[in-house]
C-alpha cells in the first residue's frame, strides 16, 4: 500500500524532489479531495489528501516518479445557481500541472448535465452522474532537472528588437530541412535550419503562438477541422503535448527547453502568446475539466446576481476572476515559472483589457498591473499587451500604463489606409511612423511602447492584404460569416489569382511598401511568420480552426518569394545598423548644423513634393498621398552604452500612394548635398545611384524610395553602423 505523508501547502502543483513528489491544491469550496494516481493501462488508485492549510489541500507520496499521470477528484457543493460545480465524478486536472497527457474527446461524462436538456447547467441540484476518466486529459508528474549549460536571455533592448510572430506547427510542418519527425514540435522550431532562417533574416525575438496547453473543440472535430491557434488554455505551467516529438510524459517539458536555449545561443529571445483571460473550459454549457469543478466561484467571474452564469469579455464563454487571489496567484506564478524554469523572455498578453477588469470597468490601475509592477522578475521581462478585448469600454490602445507596450491596432489602420489610397491620412501616418506619441507619451512611456504591425495571425497575411478585398472563409464551415469583415485591404484589381501582370506587379511592390514602411517606423516591429515569403492564406482571414496547408508556412519558393525574403532580409539589416531608424526616445527640438553652415536642422523634417517644409495646409489637403521625411542622423539626443553620442547617417523617405509617378525635388544643400538610394520598392533606382540637392527624381506609383547620407561629423575610417545603444 502506498504511503501518504501530510507534505506541505507550498508550492501549488506536484513537486518532485527526487524521492518523492509533493501535491497541493487550492480549493475553497471543496470538502472533501482525492488525489488520483493513475497507471499506464488507466487503473485508478485514490488517496483522500486529509491535510488542509488556508484552503490548500495537500499530501507527500514517497516514490511518486516523474511520468506519473494523476487528478483530483473533488467533493463539495453542486448549485449553479450559487456559483458552485463540484462534480467528483470528474477526474480534473491540476491547474498547476507542468505537464498534461492526452485529449478531451467530447463524450457525454465531460458534462454536468446531459445534452437533451441544457436548463439543467442552470437549474440542476444534482449533478449528471458519469466518469470522465478516460475521456479527458491527466496530470503529469515532471523531472524539474534540466541542463541549461550557459544558456543566458539575450536581454535585447526594445528599442533595438525585430519581432516575429511565429506558430510552432505551422513554421516547421513543411520546412524540407526539417526532419520528417520533428516536423510541427518545439524540436522542429529549435532545428538549426529554421534557426538559420530566423537568424539570416535578422529577427531579434519570436513571439510564439499560444504553447500553454490547449483543448481541441469536439464542434471543430466533428466537422473535420481542429483547434490550431490554441487560445483555447487549460493547463496554464504546461507546454501543448501535442508540439512534442519525443512524448507527453513531461518529455514535451524537456523539449521546450530545448528549443530556448537553441534560440537563445542565436540570439534570439523568446516571448510568449499567453491566454490569462479565459479558459477552455468555456461557459455555463461547457466541460468539467479543472477549474470549474475545483473552485468555481473563486476561478472564474460569474453574472451578479445570476451565478449560475459566466460574465464574458472575451468571447469565449468565460473570464477569469481578476480580483480573486487564487486567480491573481495563479497568473503570477504561471508568469514566474515560464521566465525562472523555461527561460523565456517575455509574454505578449491576449486580450489584456479582461485582466484589468478587477471589477465591471477597464482599469490601469487594477491588482494585476500593481502586482505585475512591483513584481522583481516580471516587471524585468517584455510585456506585451492586446490592449483590447469585447467587453463595454474594451479598446484600449495607448491606455496600458509604465513597464507595458501594446499591440498599436491603429498604426495597422494607418498604414493599410495609406497605401490603398484612402484620403486624409497623412496626419495619422505621421504619428504613427514617429511612435504614436499621442498614444504613449502622457503615461511617460518611449516608441517602443508601440507594437508596430501590419498583419498578425488574425486577419490577412500580407500577400493576401493586397489581394483580397473580401475574405474568404468558406472552408471553416461557418458560411463565411466568421472573420473580420472590414479588413482595409486593397486586391490591386484583381480578386484572388490572377495572370494579370500589372496586377501582379502591383502586388509585390505594394507588399515591400508595406515592409519598408513597417521597419523604417519609430516603434517596435512585429512580422507575421511567412509574410517575408508571400505566404497566403487563399483570402481566409481567420484561419483559427485550418490546421493543414492552407495556414501552414510554404518553403517552396517561387522566384518573386525568393526576392522578397532577400529584401526583407536588407531591410531589417538597415534598420538595425542605424540607430536614427529606432530611437529610443520620441524625436524633439534636438537640432544640428546644417549642411552648408546655414542655421540649424531638426531632428525630423516633414516635406512636400518640392522639398519645402510642409504647412498646414499640406496636411489639411484630403488628396494627398505623398510625403517626403527627413530623418536627422547628426541630432540623436542619446547615447550609447559607452556613453558616446549616438550619430548615425541622415535618411530621406519618399513616399508615393497616388496611382501616378510624382516628381520630388530633392531638398536644398542645407539638408546634405549628395544623396545616395540605398533602397527603392520599384526596383527602378539602382542602389547606390547618387542624386545632388535640388535635384528631381521620378518615384513610380505606389513605391517608396530611400535615401541616405553620411553624418556631417562621418569620419570615413569609422563605421557609423556600428554604434549600439
Wanted: hydrophobic share 35%; glycine share 10%; proline share 6%.
Amino acid at each position: 500500500m502506498q504511503q501518504t505523508w501530510p507534505g506541505r501547502s507550498y508550492p501549488l502543483g506536484a513537486t518532485f524532489d527526487g524521492t518523492g513528489t509533493n501535491f497541493a491544491l487550492y480549493s475553497s469550496a471543496a470538502e472533501r479531495v482525492e488525489l488520483c494516481i493513475l497507471d499506464d493501462d488507466g487503473n485508478e488508485q485514490r488517496y483522500d489528501v486529509r491535510e488542509v492549510d488556508a484552503f490548500v489541500w495537500h499530501v507527500y507520496l514517497p516514490g511518486i516518479v516523474p511520468g506519473t499521470r494523476y487528478g483530483y477528484r473533488v467533493h463539495g457543493p453542486y448549485d449553479p445557481a450559487s456559483g458552485h460545480r463540484c462534480d467528483p465524478s470528474k477526474l480534473l486536472l491540476d491547474p498547476y500541472a507542468k505537464a498534461i497527457d492526452g485529449q478531451i474527446d467530447g463524450d457525454q461524462s465531460l458534462f454536468s448535465y446531459p445534452f437533451d436538456d441544457q436548463e439543467a447547467a442552470v437549474t440542476g441540484s444534482e449533478p449528471l452522474a458519469g466518469d470522465s476518466a478516460g475521456h479527458t486529459m491527466t496530470s503529469v508528474v515532471v523531472n524539474p532537472f534540466f541542463d541549461w549549460g550557459h544558456d543566458r536571455p539575450p536581454q535585447i533592448d526594445y528599442h533595438d528588437t525585430v519581432l516575429y510572430e511565429a506558430h510552432v506547427k505551422g513554421m516547421t510542418m513543411l520546412h524540407p530541412d526539417i526532419p520528417e519527425d520533428l516536423r510541427g514540435t518545439y524540436a522542429g522550431m529549435g532545428h538549426p535550419a529554421m534557426v538559420d532562417h530566423l537568424v539570416e533574416l535578422g529577427v531579434t525575438a519570436v513571439e510564439l503562438m499560444p504553447v500553454h496547453q490547449f483543448v481541441q473543440d469536439p464542434v471543430l472535430q466533428d466537422r473535420g477541422l481542429a483547434n490550431y491557434w490554441g487560445y483555447n488554455t487549460i493547463g496554464f505551467f504546461a507546454p501543448h503535448n501535442a508540439y512534442a516529438s519525443a512524448g507527453t510524459r513531461g518529455e514535451q517539458v524537456l523539449e521546450f527547453k530545448a528549443m530556448v536555449k537553441a534560440l537563445h545561443e542565436a540570439g534570439i529571445e523568446v516571448i510568449l502568446d499567453v491566454v490569462y483571460n479565459h479558459t477552455a473550459e468555456g461557459n455555463h454549457l461547457g466541460p468539467t475539466l479543472s477549474f470549474r469543478g475545483i473552485d468555481n466561484a473563486a476561478y472564474y467571474r460569474l453574472v451578479d446576481g445570476d451565478e449560475a452564469h459566466y460574465f464574458d469579455t472575451t468571447g469565449t464563454g468565460n473570464s477569469l476572476l481578476m480580483r480573486s487571489p487564487a486567480v491573481l496567484q495563479l497568473i503570477m506564478d504561471s508568469l514566474r515559472y515560464w521566465v525562472e524554469e523555461m527561460h523565456v523572455d517575455g509574454f505578449r498578453f491576449d486580450l489584456a483589457a479582461t485582466l484589468a477588469r478587477q471589477f465591471h470597468e477597464v482599469d490601469r490601475l487594477s491588482a494585476f498591473f500593481d502586482i505585475v509592477h512591483q513584481d522583481p522578475v516580471i516587471s524585468q521581462v517584455k510585456l506585451i499587451a492586446e490592449p483590447w478585448d469585447v467587453g463595454d469600454g474594451g479598446y484600449q490602445v495607448g491606455g496600458f500604463p509604465p513597464l507595458w507596450t501594446e499591440w498599436n491596432g491603429r498604426y495597422r489602420d494607418a498604414v493599410r489606409d495609406f497605401w490603398r489610397g484612402e484620403p486624409a491620412t497623412l496626419p495619422e501616418l505621421a504619428s504613427r511612423l514617429t511612435g504614436s506619441s499621442d498614444l504613449y507619451e502622457h503615461s511617460g512611456r518611449k516608441p517602443i511602447a508601440s507594437i508596430n504591425f501590419v498583419t498578425a495571425h488574425d486577419g490577412f497575411t500580407l500577400d493576401d492584404l493586397v489581394s483580397f478585398n473580401e475574405k474568404h472563409n468558406e472552408d471553416n464551415g461557418e458560411d463565411n460569416n466568421d472573420g473580420e469583415s472590414f479588413n482595409r485591404s486593397w486586391n490591386c484589381g484583381a480578386e484572388g489569382p490572377t495572370d494579370d501582370p500589372e496586377v501582379l506587379e502591383l502586388r509585390r511592390r505594394q507588399r515591400r511598401n508595406f515592409l519598408t514602411t513597417l521597419l523604417l517606423s519609430q516603434g517596435v516591429p512585429m512580422i507575421a511568420h511567412g509574410d517575408e515569403l508571400g505566404r497566403t492564406q487563399g483570402g481566409n482571414n481567420n484561419g483559427y480552426c485550418q490546421d493543414n496547408e492552407t495556414t501552414w508556412v510554404d518553403w517552396e519558393l517561387e522566384p518573386d518569394e525568393a526576392e522578397l525574403l532577400r529584401f526583407t532580409q536588407r531591410l531589417v539589416r538597415l534598420r538595425l545598423d542605424h540607430p536614427v531608424l529606432h530611437r529610443r526616445g520620441f524625436v524633439g527640438g534636438h537640432t544640428s548644423p546644417a549642411a552648408d553652415g546655414d542655421g540649424e536642422l531638426p531632428e525630423i523634417g516633414w516635406l512636400d513634393m518640392t522639398g519645402a517644409t510642409m504647412d498646414g495646409q499640406d496636411w489639411e489637403n484630403t488628396y494627398a498621398r505623398s510625403l517626403m521625411v527627413f530623418l536627422n542622423g547628426d541630432a540623436i539626443s542619446e547615447q550609447d552604452r559607452r556613453g558616446e553620442p549616438i550619430v548615425d547617417d541622415s535618411f530621406l523617405l519618399l513616399f508615393n500612394a497616388h496611382s501616378e509617378e510624382l516628381d520630388f525635388t530633392l531638398p536644398s544643400g542645407r539638408y546634405g548635398a549628395t544623396w545616395t538610394t540605398v533602397l527603392d520598392t520599384d526596383s527602378s533606382t539602382e542602389p547606390g545611384t547618387e542624386h545632388a540637392a535640388g535635384e528631381t527624381l521620378t518615384v513610380r506609383s505606389r513605391s517608396v524610395v530611400v535615401l541616405t547620407r553620411p553624418s556631417l561629423d562621418h569620419d570615413p575610417d569609422a563605421d557609423t553602423a556600428s554604434h549600439v545603444l
